[in-house]
């Protein structure tokens, strides 16, 4: 089992910066995908960016060149980094793992943006 803990989420300004951390533990193994998913109110959950364990990012268009997606594969850690912000970007943000055998979901952390 993998268990996935977000936090950093809150509420700020649009044109503000927030940075999203998420501390994975349990079995991960490692090759494996982290990503960072957001649903807003009566949206479908979406993908906002990901990263594999060597390092290739992507990202919805949404936000590119806004966010960037890290990680620190010894400590399993992924972040995401968020500058720029809009109001659009209100949402519950959602860490993930997927690695051979499961695919996992954090509790979620509320970003906030106001206008």
């Known amino acids: 089992q993998v268990q996935l803990v977000e936090s950093g989420g809150g509420l700020v300004q649009a044109g503000g910066s927030l940075r999203l951390s998420c501390a994975a533990s349990?079995?991960?193994?490692?090759?494996?995908?982290m990503g960072w998913y957001r649903q807003a109110p009566g949206k479908e959950r979406e993908l906002v960016a990901s990263?594999?364990?060597?390092?290739?990012?992507n990202y919805a268009d949404s936000v590119n060149g806004r966010f960037t997606i890290s990680r620190e594969n010894a400590k399993n850690m992924v972040y995401l980094q968020m500058n720029s912000l809009k109001p659009e970007d209100t949402a519950v943000y959602y860490c993930?793992?997927?690695?051979?055998?499961?695919?996992?979901w954090g509790q979620g952390t509320q970003v906030t943006v106001s206008s």
């Open positions: 993930n793992l997927v690695q051979r055998g499961g695919n996992y």
């Open positions: 990263i594999i364990s060597g390092g290739r990012t």
């Open positions: 349990g079995s991960i193994g490692s090759i494996n995908v």
